[in-house]
């Protein structure tokens, strides 16, 4: 193996890994927190230092995906695999048709002519202000804290 | 050297600078989030701007958001179906489609610029191939059950509001809003469940998934690219092929990264970078007529064109850079809900704080809400305490003969007694005016929306919880029938208020007559007074349990079970 491969094999080991540390340290806070709670139900499932104690084992890992991303970048190393022609696709074909060209500007004026007048209605039917409400009292579940 | 390592014949800065198409993803990122205060504070913003939808991905509640995210706006639209339709984000939708098209997710979408940044990771990967295009409709199956039926079923049929894309799948709330606001409201780890649990394990995967694949959520998740990309045919700004010089090669399908078949289509997000790649100088980046990014090759590159954009250019960005700074300079310092809406009780220690609403009561009396400052001097509190239990007393005891056998009865008669027993044992509290856990809650009286009065000074030697709630909240409306059912099982012992939000376009005594609660209601008025009492979060809902003293012994933002509103009482009640 060459040193390209490795380093890079190298990358992916390691973000994958943190990754999977990521993962099994949230399900074990997590699963440890539902025990606290089974047990009092006033409980928090996450806990600063139940988050503090996983970090220890996230962080290595991390810094050193971060470090190899470095290492990389400075050496210029990366997958140009990615930058050849791809094969075994289907390609569609670019066909010239003025009629269609003539649709969609009438078309275009249509949905233009339309989203005008439903933003104006629904600046005046509330739908406005329930974007700007939603916006700015936010729910909890609604982002992932619930 | 290793041959494999890239050719040092081009500088590293060469290589590694930012394309232009970079630092304007860059600049719609900061502009999106100009609010940038937000993140030391970790407090959203709520200016009048957060009414517009932004184009890109952006969740607003982020704390640096300044507008609203098109795709939360697009489910509670349909959520609130059977109240009014969603006329402005539809119509929002259409222009943006219309006008940009995918051009959105390419460009100015912060979510792709991420995206693309953890794929600049170097490690092997995953190239398209048939398996991907077809992983590509995956999200328009997305839409069909995250972004349409569970927002339309629970909002039209249950009448609570479930944005289920925003709650089980999307990255952006999980990172822009949760990551951006636990680590300045540490408090906020308390509501922390399943639900996060589930959302950071997608998060992590999908960003595992970007580092390997080019744009994976944008290819195969997301349901505002899958909106835009109906429309790309019709956007006016994109990527656009002179049929007449096209030989249909394929090179720009074969080298682009996304899963496109044409140039043009739905998955293409019109990024320009095929125009470099044909050989025919078939393709250029357009603006209708006017040409944005000439064809690669120089002799079907406009003069006049390339003449005009070198004029017009540095005005262009004179005008983007100044609307960023008017951004920037409006959102952090100037905007008028930045200013505090009232004089809010900050923890002190005054034991003998009055709250002067003066100024507010224009607004509550249009609102049927009366708020007026009620005094705290332990005299007459105690007076007036004795003699309102009495009447709580006679009042929780006649309720319970109406309504249940004689068992209860006697059960809400002893409680009762209990609570006359231990008010006239209540001391005043003499902890510090505050709305942390061991102040004592700034009195307040407001008149409810059922016309009863409540007064926080008069119920001393009672229970209280305060719920901070919003129709439309999920959680709100999900918990507030265990705050109804422990008010009457408590009843006598237990004093409640259920806030509702200052901000409503629906009818708030329509919808509670609808769902038969009885607790004592009150919107809150134009200053907040209430939320600011008891520092109402800007994320709902939120509860405050005061003990017989009045004191503060619970106040958190989250939904809250009957098992742990239970413990609350008990805790309170000791």
New interface residues.
């Given amino acids: 193996m060459?040193?390209?491969?490795v380093?890079?094999?190298i990358?992916?080991v390691l973000?994958?890994l943190t990754?999977a540390v990521?993962?099994g340290s949230?399900?074990s806070i997590?699963l440890t927190g539902l025990r606290a709670r089974a047990e009092n139900?006033?409980a928090?499932?996450?806990?600063?230092e139940a988050i503090t104690s996983k970090a220890v084992f996230v962080l290595p890992v991390f810094l050193a995906?971060i470090a190899v991303?470095i290492i990389?970048?400075?050496?210029?190393?990366?997958?140009?695999?990615?930058?050849k022609?791809?094969?075994?696709?289907?390609?569609?074909?670019?066909?010239?048709d003025e009629r269609t060209k003539e649709s969609?500007s009438r078309?275009?004026l249509v949905?233009?002519v339309?989203?005008?007048?439903?933003?104006?209605?629904?600046?005046f039917?509330?739908?406005?202000?329930?974007?700007?409400?939603?916006?700015?009292?936010?729910?909890?579940?609604?982002?992932?804290?619930? | 050297m290793d041959n494999n390592i890239s050719s040092t014949r081009i500088s590293w800065w060469e290589a590694h600078k930012p394309t232009k198409r970079r630092i304007i993803q860059l600049y719609s990122a900061l502009l999106y989030n100009a609010h940038l205060r937000g993140f030391a504070e970790g407090k959203i913003f709520t200016g009048k701007s957060k009414a517009i939808c932004v184009p890109g991905f952006n969740c607003y509640s982020c704390p640096g958001a300044i507008g609203a995210c098109p795709l939360g706006s697009i489910q509670n639209a349909l959520g609130s179906l059977n109240k009014h339709i969603g006329f402005y984000v539809l119509g929002v939708i259409l222009l943006y489609g219309m006008l940009l098209g995918r051009t959105i997710c390419g460009w100015i979408c912060p979510l792709g610029m991420i995206q693309e940044l953890l794929h600049k990771i170097p490690t092997p990967k995953l190239k398209k191939s048939r398996f991907t295009r077809t992983l590509s409709y995956l999200k328009y199956i997305i839409i069909v059950i995250f972004v349409v039926a569970i927002p339309v079923y629970y909002g039209i049929f249950q009448g609570i509001p479930v944005p289920g894309f925003c709650k089980y799948i999307c990255p952006a709330g999980t990172f822009e809003g949760a990551m951006g606001m636990i680590p300045k409201n540490l408090s906020f780890l308390s509501m922390l469940g399943p639900i996060f649990t589930q959302k950071f394990i997608i998060m992590v995967i999908i960003g595992l998934a970007c580092i390997f694949c080019y744009r994976s959520f944008c290819r195969f998740l997301c349901p505002l690219g899958a909106i835009y990309g109906m429309f790309n045919k019709l956007a006016v700004i994109g990527v656009k092929i002179d049929t007449d010089r096209c030989n249909n090669c394929g090179v720009c399908v074969r080298f682009c990264k996304m899963d496109v078949k044409t140039v043009g289509d739905h998955e293409c997000i019109h990024c320009a970078q095929c125009v470099a790649r044909c050989h025919q100088g078939a393709l250029s980046m357009k603006a209708g007529k006017f040409t944005l990014i000439q064809p690669s090759k120089e002799e079907f590159v406009n003069a006049e064109e390339v003449k005009k954009f070198k004029k017009i250019g540095p005005v262009f960005c004179f005008i983007a850079a100044l609307a960023l700074v008017v951004a920037l300079v409006w959102t952090n310092f100037l905007d008028p809900s930045l200013k505090p809406k009232s004089a809010a009780p900050a923890p002190s220690s005054n034991t003998e704080a009055t709250v002067s609403n003066e100024a507010n009561d224009e607004s509550d009396e249009d609102k049927g809400t009366e708020l007026s400052n009620s005094d705290q001097e332990a005299d007459n509190n105690e007076n007036t305490e004795t003699a309102k239990k009495d009447d709580d007393t006679d009042t929780a005891s006649d309720s319970t003969d109406a309504e249940v056998d004689n068992s209860d009865v006697s059960d809400a008669n002893a409680e009762a007694d209990i609570s006359e027993d231990t008010a006239t044992e209540i001391e005043e509290s003499t902890a510090p005016i505050g709305y942390e856990v061991g102040n004592k809650l700034q009195d307040f009286e407001v008149t409810c929306l059922d016309g009863s009065s409540f007064n926080l000074a008069e119920t001393r030697g009672k229970v209280v919880f305060i719920n901070l709630w919003a129709t439309y909240c999920g959680p709100c409306v999900k918990e507030l029938p265990h705050f109804n059912e422990l008010y009457h099982e408590h009843e006598g012992d237990i004093a409640m208020l259920a806030v509702h939000a200052n901000l409503t376009t629906e009818d708030v005594n329509a919808y509670i007559a609808e769902k038969g609660w009885d607790i004592p209601f009150v919107i809150d008025d134009e200053n907040e007074t209430i939320f600011e009492i008891v520092n109402g979060s800007l994320a709902l809902p939120q509860t405050i349990v005061l003990n017989r003293k009045g004191e503060v012994i619970y106040n958190q933002v989250g939904s809250i079970t009957s098992e742990v509103l239970e413990v609350l009482y008990k805790q309170a009640a000791e």
Avoid: H, W
């Fill in positions: 060459n040193k390209k491969t380093l890079l094999t990358q992916a973000c994958a990754a990521l993962i949230d399900l997590y139900p006033m928090n499932i996450y806990t600063v995906a991303t990389n970048a400075v050496l210029g190393i990366r997958d140009d695999s990615q930058d022609i791809v094969t075994g696709i289907d390609i569609g074909k670019n066909v010239a969609v078309v275009r949905v233009l339309l989203a005008i007048v439903f933003i104006v209605i629904g600046i039917n509330g739908s406005m202000g329930d974007v700007f409400i939603k916006a700015s009292k936010i729910c909890t579940e609604c982002i992932g804290l619930g």
